[in-house]
């Protein structure tokens, strides 16, 4: 892109923090001319399959994509893990790396799903984890504007480097919920607190429950993601990081973010040997109503029921959200 292209995008785009957004383009359009791997793989996107299985008002979006096939299929048990060199902190001598708020870099993903596909990493190696970690991501949401959506994937529910701190970023608006989540919030979800500053939600028509908030105040953001990770620790592994994806963006000085609490990595399914095996591995991504599938197989089979399925049987249970949801509003209410 050229230098005057970069100028007009940053003073047409006033949310944005310009210098970062500079930073970004330059690298993603250096790495796509200079790195023949992740420029062919960006130009192979193009050829990628997609199909759209409607519900009652929304609709889940299928990505047929065979890159995919590493980060579906890759083996996150903990001695897997231990027996392989990280590879975030061995990365191909051709990437390159923006800083983000010192302790981070931003790195082109060279496996995409997004026209900008982004990969967000500590700088050290420390095991992945949402604890510790949270204002940076608010952050970082913040710093990549309006068009970016930004993601987490838990340890134990489809980060595919559970022993390297990393968030992701993709291009905006082709993740479903973001499209759809002023009707998922007005007619999908129940609001379990609102003040001045936030509101809450619980998602319960959508498939697949979560707990939404949108809010123009850190603080309150950070003092919210609290009380819920405290909530569902409660219903979860003592010890362990509540299993959990989340999304988020930030939009006319607002920050929205979704959680979505797991029970499950996998779909049994995943698990099935020959043809009965399904190869899908949701994480953020897939949870926000954009599936990939690495193979043919899956992208025809997926319909409306199997969709339903998968969703229900990776996230929280009616019994167990109810409790979330009650233990939210008795941990704000009794601050
Ligand atoms: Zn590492």
């Given at each position: 892109m050229?230098?005057?292209?970069?100028?007009?995008?940053k003073?047409?785009?006033?949310?944005?923090?310009s210098?970062?957004?500079t930073?970004i383009k330059?690298?993603?359009?250096?790495?796509?001319e200079?790195?023949?791997l992740?420029?062919?793989n960006?130009?192979?996107?193009?050829?990628?399959k997609?199909?759209?299985?409607?519900f009652?008002?929304?609709?889940?979006?299928?990505?047929?994509?065979?890159?995919?096939i590493i980060?579906t299929?890759?083996?996150?048990?903990?001695?897997a893990?231990?027996k392989?060199?990280?590879?975030l902190?061995?990365?191909?001598?051709?990437?390159?790396?923006v800083?983000?708020?010192?302790?981070?870099?931003?790195?082109?993903?060279?496996?995409p799903?997004?026209?900008?596909h982004?990969?967000i990493?500590k700088?050290?190696?420390?095991?992945?984890?949402i604890?510790?970690?949270?204002?940076?991501?608010?952050?970082?949401?913040?710093?990549?504007?309006r068009?970016?959506?930004?993601?987490?994937?838990?340890p134990?529910?489809?980060?595919s480097?559970?022993?390297h701190?990393?968030?992701?970023?993709g291009?905006?608006?082709?993740?479903?919920?973001?499209?759809?989540?002023?009707?998922?919030v007005?007619?999908?979800s129940?609001?379990?607190?609102?003040?001045s500053?936030?509101n809450?939600?619980?998602i319960?028509k959508?498939?697949?429950?979560?707990?939404?908030m949108?809010?123009?105040?850190?603080g309150?953001?950070l003092?919210a993601?609290?009380?819920?990770?405290?909530?569902f620790?409660?219903i979860?592994?003592p010890?362990?990081?509540?299993?959990?994806?989340?999304?988020?963006w930030?939009?006319?000085?607002?920050?929205?973010?979704?959680?979505?609490?797991?029970?499950k990595?996998r779909?049994?399914?995943?698990f099935?040997?020959?043809?009965?095996?399904?190869?899908?591995s949701p994480?953020?991504i897939?949870?926000?109503?954009?599936?990939?599938?690495?193979?043919?197989k899956?992208?025809d089979l997926?319909?409306?029921?199997?969709?339903?399925?998968i969703?229900?049987?990776?996230?929280?249970t009616?019994?167990?959200?109810e409790?979330?949801?009650?233990r939210?509003?008795?941990n704000?209410l009794?601050r």
């Open positions: 050229a230098i005057k292209d970069l100028i007009k995008r003073n047409h785009n006033k949310e944005l923090d210098e970062f957004d930073k330059e690298l993603f359009s250096t790495q796509k200079e790195w023949e992740c420029g062919n960006y130009s192979a996107l193009d050829q990628v997609l199909k759209e299985i409607l009652d008002g929304f609709s889940i979006h299928v990505q047929f994509n065979p890159k995919r980060s299929s890759a083996n996150t048990n903990e001695e893990i231990k392989r060199e990280c590879f902190c061995n990365t191909p001598p051709e990437q390159k790396r800083l983000f708020n010192k302790r981070f870099d931003l790195l082109v993903n060279p496996y799903i997004f026209k900008e982004y990969t990493i700088k050290k190696h420390q095991p992945q984890t604890i510790g970690n949270f204002e940076t991501f608010l952050d970082l949401t913040k710093s990549m504007g068009e970016y959506t930004v993601f987490y994937n838990g134990r529910c489809g980060a480097a559970p022993d701190t990393h968030f992701q970023a291009s905006s608006n082709k993740i479903p919920i973001e499209n759809d989540f002023d009707l998922v007005s007619s999908l129940n609001k379990i607190y609102s003040d500053k936030i809450i939600y619980a319960e959508y498939l697949r429950r979560m707990i939404a949108e809010s123009e105040s850190k309150d953001l003092f993601y609290k009380l819920f990770v405290d909530a620790k409660r979860s592994i010890k362990d990081e509540p299993m959990m994806n989340i999304l988020s930030y939009r006319d000085n607002k920050w929205r973010i979704v959680f979505i609490p797991r029970r990595h779909p049994d399914s995943y099935e040997e020959g043809k009965d095996q399904l190869m899908i994480a953020a897939d949870m926000g109503g954009l599936i990939i599938t690495p193979r043919q899956e992208f997926l319909n409306r029921e199997l969709v339903t399925e969703y229900r049987e990776v996230t929280l009616t019994e167990h959200f409790y979330l949801k009650n939210i509003v008795t704000i009794s």
